[in-house]
């Protein structure tokens, strides 16, 4: 079955989900003439880097900063495959070692090391299973773009790929793995990272469920978290996770909650969606074993909505962005796209289908994002075949090239803007990993 907008209106077989249509149908994004380039909206045409590193729009400059290896202190270095990032504001005396400057940033960054690769290393008081690679950097950045300091920040967790920022300023950090032999502990968590490296604890958050983690957007009016699951055999899941607490405060989760996962009655894989707009009346059913003790969370239900590649996830616009990075019907899905974007309104209990990549298309796999305060729209991270993007979205949805990796095919992730949006913050991955400041003129964005 196949939902679109025809067979909402002959009142089909997808007619009787209770489907709704918003918005226009031009966020589905194919290489029709006029639409592959991209050009005509964001910031104009990007320009060839004459280093080779990364390609802009006329008028946008980066700074490479804290490349893998780099040396950070008795013999630590940077370590390797950047992922999932997100910043905060230094305030007074919050620097780490440095004392903070007005307008520097504090930049939390994942590094999703599984058994390979340039581990993570920190002292025994910040690291869970020294048989564990993955963890997180902080780095605090001036106002310009300029590395301060650096430290691990987080060490012996595994396969650190996304996460999210809480209201209450601290970064979840997600493992994307349900455990490695050879290892001391349990994995699949979720942890929490304070950025301003005082209230750190290498403790899951076990409340938040035992499985392959992406990402996490968390609502900052209720709490609740909205965290998705990029799994196969079968494919993963969106979760929600509904606190106890009701105030918001470091490790406020470990007081445990209600964890579910979403249900469309009668969509049992989301790429049967085809028609940004289309709109769906949600369910949330409860994870009977969060922690997954005998029987994967997401292999638990009879019947769910499933979607291959689960990955980013953020909240703006009152609303919880997930990303479907692509689906193939050769993997056992039920259609193919080469990307979806999606939201959920919890005050109308509805996902709605943002925008679409269809395959063949300049643009695919899109993976991180982050919501921009340049025009609406969202900036993604790219993680396709060939050439790597950074793909931004006007606010109807249009998509465009916001840079693109002119190094190697490694993918984008960890992109967020600086709390005060003048910088936008991009990691490539890896060969070698490394973070990118971005700064331009953000108000030129056009369409």
């Known amino acids: 079955m196949s939902v679109t907008r025809r067979g909402v ?20 994004f194919q290489t029709s003439a006029g639409a592959d380039t991209g050009e005509a909206y964001g910031y104009g045409p990007l320009i060839p880097d004459p280093k080779g590193v990364l390609d802009l729009p006329k008028g946008f400059s980066y700074k490479t900063l804290s490349v893998e290896g780099d040396p950070i ?19 007074g005396g919050h620097g780490h070692g440095h004392g903070g400057r007005h307008g520097s940033t504090l930049l939390v960054r994942n590094h999703e090391q599984s058994n390979n690769g340039t581990r993570a290393v920190a002292s025994a008081e910040l690291t869970y299973d020294p048989a564990a690679n993955g963890g997180t950097t902080t780095l605090e950045v001036d106002r ?105 405060a470091y490790h406020a989760y470990q007081a445990g909650g209600k964890l579910e996962a979403l249900n469309i009655p009668g969509v049992p894989d989301l790429s049967v969606v085809t028609e940004p707009g289309t709109r769906l009346r949600a369910q949330w059913l409860p994870v009977p074993d969060p922690s997954a003790a005998a029987t994967s969370t997401r292999k638990q239900f009879d019947t769910v909505t499933r ?27 039920a259609g193919d796209h080469a990307g979806q974007v999606w939201t959920y309104d919890p005050r109308k209990n509805e996902i709605e289908l943002q925008l679409i990549f269809k395959p063949g298309g300049r643009f695919d796999g899109p993976d991180n994002i982050t919501v921009s305060p340049y025009g609406g729209g969202v900036i993604l991270a790219e993680d396709g075949d060939g050439e790597q ?3 931004g979205t006007t606010r109807k949805n249009k998509p465009f090239a916001m840079a693109r990796n002119a190094l190697n095919e490694s993918e984008f992730t960890g992109v967020t803007f600086s709390p005060d949006g ?26």
């Not at 002959?10 to 966020?27: E, N, P, T, V, Y």
């Not at 950025?195 to 992406?214: C, D, I, N, Q, S």
């Not at 996830?313 to 050769?330: I, M, T």
């Not at 003048?422 to 369409?447: E, M």
Request: charged share 15%; net charge positive.
């Open 9 to 28: 209106v002959k009142g089909g077989a997808a007619g009787a989900l209770s489907i709704a249509l918003a918005g226009s149908l031009d966020g589905i």
């Open 73 to 91: 202190s008795n013999g630590v270095v940077v370590p390797g495959h950047h992922d999932g990032t997100a910043t905060f504001p230094v305030q």
């Open 144 to 248: 310009d773009g300029n590395l301060v300091s650096q430290y691990v920040s987080l060490a012996g967790t595994a396969t650190n790929c996304a996460g999210g920022r809480t209201p209450w300023g601290t970064w979840l950090t997600c493992e994307e793995t349900e455990g490695f032999t050879g290892q001391t502990k349990s994995h699949g968590w979720v942890f929490e990272v304070d950025p301003y490296g005082k209230k750190t604890k290498p403790v899951p958050l076990t409340a938040l469920g035992r499985f392959a983690h992406e990402a996490v957007a968390v609502d900052p009016h209720t709490l609740t978290a909205y965290l998705t699951e990029d799994a196969s055999k079968p494919f993963g899941l969106l979760y929600r996770f509904t606190p106890r607490a009701h105030r918001g």
């Open 307 to 333: 979607s291959q590649k689960l990955e980013g996830a953020w909240w703006g616009h009152g609303k919880a962005y997930f990303v479907c990075s692509y689906s193939r019907k050769s993997d056992g899905a």
């Open 389 to 391: 993007y950074l793909i």
């Open 422 to 447: 003048r910088i936008l913050f991009a990691n490539r991955q890896s060969d070698p990993g490394a973070t990118f400041a971005i700064t331009g003129p953000w108000h030129r964005l056009r369409g």
